[in-house]
């Protein structure tokens, strides 16, 4: 709102006038009771967005279950040199290890974005979709077919 709305509302009340209809982030004043211009009659629940970030956030768990078998299973693998299948299995660990600790971040990232959603009820569609495009570029995945080779 325009500092020269705002002094107009004080003058208008100081008057003994009718209040003047305000505008918040320039939306549109709504006199009647029907669906809202702005959200178009969608409702939505802090609790719903929880709900979710709460799921969301619970996969981190069992990733983490994940990584400690996976861990468990290369004990004692020894030294990879003059091995090329130890050599191998090694790289597929590491590479399987980094990949599943990503998804974790990633979950708990999206945990973190839907929770501040349901904080903030109201935060604007192109908001969430920045947050929604920050995090897949942070945490892009490998391409589909045969992942990234190393020179091989």
């Not at 020894?78 to 590491?94: E, I, M, P, R, S």
């Not at 501040?116 to 077919?145: I, P």
Request: aromatic fraction near 4%; include cysteine; charged fraction near 25%.
């Amino acid at each position: 709102m325009a500092w020269d709305e705002w002094d107009q509302i004080k003058a208008e009340m100081a008057g003994g006038g009718q209040p003047t209809a305000m505008r918040l982030n320039q939306v549109p004043v709504e006199p009647g009771s029907g669906p809202s211009a702005v959200t178009g009659g969608l409702k939505s629940s802090q609790k719903a967005w929880n709900t979710a970030g709460e799921g969301v956030g619970s996969l981190r768990q069992g990733i983490g279950t994940g990584l400690t078998k996976l861990e468990a299973g290369q004990a004692g693998l020894g030294a990879t040199t003059g091995c090329l299948t130890a050599a191998a299995q090694k790289d597929v660990y590491d590479s399987w290890k980094k990949y599943a600790e990503s998804v974790s971040k990633r979950c708990g990232s999206l945990q973190g974005i839907l929770q501040q959603v349901g904080r903030d009820v109201l935060t604007t569609d192109d908001a969430v979709k920045g947050e929604m495009d920050r995090l897949s570029r942070e945490y892009a995945d490998t391409d589909a077919v045969g992942g990234q080779t190393k020179g091989r």
